[in-house]
Structure formats: C-alpha cells, structure tokens
C-alpha cells in the first residue's frame, strides 16, 4: 500500500528571474539572495510548502514542447494582508513600482477586502485581508 502525497511545493515559470524573485521578495517571501541569475530558485513558506521558480528555458530543457500558457489564470497566489488597508496601500505600492494591476482594491461580498496584482509575467497575485 502507498501512503498519501501530500502538497510539497508550488511551481511557476517565469521568463526574467530577477524581476520575477524582486517581486515576490516584495510580498514578503524570502528568497535567498543571489538566486536573481539562477536558473532555479526556491523559497521554504512558514507552513513548510515551497515555492518554486523555474525560468522558461529551464523548463524546456527537459520539456522542449513547453509553451507559455495563453489566456487567463489557471493557478492564482493569495497574499493575507495585515488589514483592509494594507491591501490598498500594498496594491499601490506595487503600482508606484511599475507593476500592473488587474482589480483595484474593493469590499467583496464574502467579507474580504480584495485586489488583483499582476505579477512581472502577467500571472495574477490576489491581495485579501479581512473586513474590520
């Protein structure tokens, strides 16, 4: 008998390491320094999963059918903010640095303040605390 797997990792390609690993430093992930020019980097979430970046010409090393995924998120990142003003000020933080954004900061009807970042590769990046 086999036992269960269980969630170890989640995995995103990017095409610029650098811009990619500055943005997700920026939301507070620790990512080692030095892995900006690497073709691989991780990053060890406090629940033990990691987050994994694997620049596109790695991964067509050993997939050389991979092509970049066209239209629309099919995995999204959540990012739990302090309050509902940390998402707006994070959300417009982010935007003085140059990022895009999908959906400005609103109150959701499941009583959350969200909004949609886009990360440097387009990918969307939800913001999300509690309603006060």
Same mark, same amino acid.
């Given at each position: 008998? /086999?036992? /269960? $797997?269980?969630?170890?990792?989640? *995995?995103? +390609?990017? &095409? %610029?390491?650098?811009? &990619?690993?500055?943005?997700? !430093?920026? #939301?507070? #992930?620790?990512?080692?320094?030095?892995? %900006?020019?690497?073709?691989?980097?991780?990053?060890?979430? $406090?629940?033990?999963?990691?987050?994994?970046?694997? /620049?596109?010409?790695?991964?067509? &090393? @050993?997939? $050389?059918?991979?092509?970049? $995924?066209?239209?629309? =998120? !099919? +995995?999204?990142?959540? @990012? !739990?903010?302090? &309050?509902?003003? =940390?998402? %707006?000020?994070?959300?417009?933080?982010?935007?003085?640095? *140059?990022?895009? *954004?999908?959906?400005?900061?609103?109150?959701?009807?499941? *009583?959350?303040?969200?909004? +949609?970042?886009? =990360?440097?590769?387009?990918?969307?990046?939800?913001? @999300?605390? %509690?309603?006060?």
């Amino acid at each position: 008998m /086999t036992t /269960t $797997p269980r969630l170890d990792a989640i *995995g995103l +390609v990017v &095409s %610029d390491m650098a811009a &990619s690993l500055a943005f997700y !430093r920026r #939301l507070g #992930l620790d990512v080692p320094a030095g892995a %900006d020019a690497a073709p691989h980097a991780e990053a060890v979430l $406090p629940n033990g999963t990691r987050i994994l970046w694997d /620049t596109e010409e790695t991964v067509r &090393s @050993f997939d $050389p059918e991979w092509t970049r $995924p066209r239209g629309g =998120d !099919r +995995v999204v990142l959540a @990012f !739990r903010c302090a &309050s509902p003003a =940390d998402v %707006d000020a994070t959300y417009e933080a982010l935007l003085a640095e *140059g990022h895009r *954004g999908r959906l400005r900061p609103w109150d959701a009807v499941w *009583g959350q303040r969200y909004a +949609v970042v886009l =990360d440097p590769d387009g990918s969307a990046v939800q913001l @999300f605390a %509690d309603a006060v």
